[in-house]
């Protein structure tokens, strides 16, 4: 009998900023569907630690990888540390990103290039190892029809604008023609690159949009489905864009947003 196409029994996924929020939910996702996973952290080993326990007590296997995937060596040797470990990669989920906001008039250089840094250049510089080692290794049919498979985290703001935060913009609107240019160069090989975008996620990162019932009135407003998202929501769209399930998917942003890019100000004729 075929095993579940959701089954990623075999196969070895590395999750980069998996120490908390999006990151650590789809490290756990991953395992609880039959992955080794690569637990990245940058900062916070005790927060990597713990996503890696949290796996092993659920059954899975993983271990934690310090890394700042900015630098081109560390991204390097993340890959490197996962083909060291568990023999090759099969997913990887290029998750880890950040904000330094400010107004465009009083953002600083290093703004700027901290989070093009990060949440771009990070993104390629682990997308283009995780290729190499897809090519290297070559199809493993018995274990997944793609090749390989890359899971891109991208944002609504690769759609929707976003005044004050031109580098974050900036940087996710990169990252989903990076995304699609590198969909169209390998799909011959039979690898796969999508994009998750989330929406508004309850997450530390946006804490002071949700954390107060004035604000998160606020933030509903802007989602139609009357709900924020929870980092499971992500999780569970990783988990599908990493199986076989969804094999005839490349190239694709897929917003998981409760329907933020759907204008809702506009659902009354504006």
Known sequence: MPAPLLDLTGQVAVVTGASSGIGAATAKALGAAGA?????????????????????????EAIAVGANVAHEDRAIHLIEAAREAFG????????????????ATEMTLDQWNTVIGVNLTGQFLCCREA???????????DVSRSTGKIICMSSVHEKIMWGGHVNYAASKGGVMLMMQT???????????????????????????????????EKLLKLIPY???????DIANMAVFLASDLSDYVTGASLFVDGGMTLYPGFQDNG
């Open 182 to 216: 590198l969909a169209q160069e390998f799909a011959d090989r039979k690898i796969r690159v999508n994009s998750i975008a989330p929406g508004a996620i309850r997450t530390p990162i946006n804490k002071e949009a949700w954390e107060t019932p004035e604000a998160l």
């Open 88 to 103: 090759t990669v099969h997913i990887l989920v290029a998750n880890a990103g950040l904000q330094r906001d400010a107004p």
């Open 131 to 141: 290729i190499k080692e897809f090519l290297r290794r070559g199809p493993q049919p």
């Open 226 to 232: 009357g709900r924020i998202g929870e980092t499971e």
């Open 36 to 60: 080794k996973v690569v637990v990245n952290y940058h900062s916070d080993e005790a927060g990597g630690q713990k996503v890696v326990d949290a796996i092993r007590e659920a059954g899975g």
